[in-house]
T-cell receptor, first 118, second 110 residues
Framework: SAVISQKPSRDICQRGTSLTIQCQVD?????MFWYRQQPGQSLTLIAT?????????ESGFVIDKFPISRPNLTFSTLTVSNMSPEDSSIYLC???????????????FGEGSWLTVV | DAKTTQPPSMDCAEGRAANLPCNHS???????VYWYRQIHSQGPQYIIHGLKNNETNEMASLIITEDRKSSTLILPHATLRDTAVYYCIVSFLYGQNFVFGPGTRLSVLP
């Protein structure tokens, strides 16, 4: 299975600042996704990070607030811009691992980046 | 919205089998059933997935009804470390994101 590393694992951020989260995968993958998990809630998809083109955002998420880069097939970043306390969440990178062959792809998740905005 | 319905919580005695149900009555013919779990806000961990046949791996078994409208994840001998939120997800095989519902919070009791 793909090994996914996220940085930072945890951070405390000041209101109004921006933070960039990095996601590194140990193999080339086509599909990468960014999720948010607010305290006590389930996961919500923010966007699909497309290599070589703009990310595809889900309803309720916009590029100005969550700009995403995908410079190659093993790396992506998510920036949380102009943060407010409501942005305090776990942000998770996930990838579709094509190594399962005919039995189907599987999506794997990084360990997440815990952001607390004060 | 999630295409699945799960009970919000369940308890299971340590060493016993944990049977976690999931309803997915609107599943389409080429959608798979996936199970993940999340232990205390770590990243979700893949458990198992299947289309229509029952599946088993080192972690669990997945039983899918013949009409595919429901499934059960079985942890054969639950341990305290299996305490987690378990998510049942229905998705196409390739190129699709996962829509997470609230899941089932499984508590394994000593």
């Amino acid at each position: 299975s793909a090994v996914i590393s996220q940085k930072p694992s945890r951070d405390i951020c000041q209101r109004g600042t921006s933070l960039t989260i990095q996601c590194q995968v140990d193999s080339q993958v086509t599909m990468m996704f960014w999720y948010r998990q607010q305290p006590g809630q389930s996961l919500t998809l923010i966007a699909t990070a497309n290599q070589g083109s703009e990310a595809t955002y889900e309803s309720g998420f916009v590029i100005d607030k969550f700009p995403i880069s995908r410079p190659n097939l093993t790396f992506s970043t998510l920036t949380v811009s102009n943060m407010s306390p409501e942005d305090s969440s776990i942000y998770l990178c996930s990838v579709e691992d094509p190594t399962q062959g005919g039995t189907g792809n599987t999506i794997y998740f990084g360990e997440g980046s815990w952001l607390t905005v004060v | 919205d999630a295409k699945t319905t799960q009970p919000p919580s369940m308890d299971c005695a340590e060493g016993r089998a944990a049977n976690l149900p999931c309803n997915h009555s609107t599943i389409s013919g080429n959608e798979y059933v996936y199970w993940y779990r999340q232990i205390h806000s770590q990243g979700p961990q893949y458990i198992i997935h299947g289309l229509k046949n029952n599946e088993t791996n080192e972690m669990a078994s997945l039983i899918i009804t013949e009409d595919r409208k429901s499934s059960t994840l079985i942890l054969p001998h639950a341990t305290l470390r299996d305490t987690a939120v378990y998510y049942c997800i229905v998705s196409f095989l390739y190129g699709q994101n996962f829509v997470f519902g609230p899941g089932t919070r499984l508590s394994v009791l000593p």
